[in-house]
């Protein structure tokens, strides 16, 4: 075995203090803001998306400011769906079962 591989072996095990980055409560939070600012991304890209329709008529730059906002809003769905892993716990829950001897 290499030295280093023998290193990683041998050194202790890291402390069971909880870390800023296993804090699920941050990350959740850090998502819900990234997916505020893609929303509101999207509502810039719709209204220019109008604001060339109004003021051109249908163009190129019309029809890749309306793919943008759609690819935002999809970004924002996609956030959520990511929040409800971070918030996805595993639960130890008891059996119980009925008494049934009466």
């Known amino acids: 075995m290499s030295e280093a591989a023998e290193s990683l072996r ?3 095990a890291p402390a069971s203090r909880p870390s800023i980055l296993a804090n699920r409560g941050i990350w959740k939070q850090a998502i819900y803001t990234m997916a505020f ?3 509101l991304c999207s509502f810039l890209f719709f209204g220019l998306a109008a604001a060339a329709v ?3 008529g249908p163009t190129v730059t019309a029809m890749f ?3 943008v906002a759609i690819y935002f809003l999809l970004q924002v769905l996609f956030l959520f769906v990511l929040s409800w892993f971070v918030e ?3 639960q130890v ?3 119980s079962f009925p008494d049934r001897r009466t």
């Open 54 to 56: 109004g003021q051109s």
């Open 65 to 67: 400011d309306m793919a």
């Open 93 to 95: 829950l008891p059996i």
């Open 10 to 12: 041998t050194q202790p």
């Open 37 to 39: 600012l893609t929303y």
């Open 88 to 90: 996805r716990r595993r």
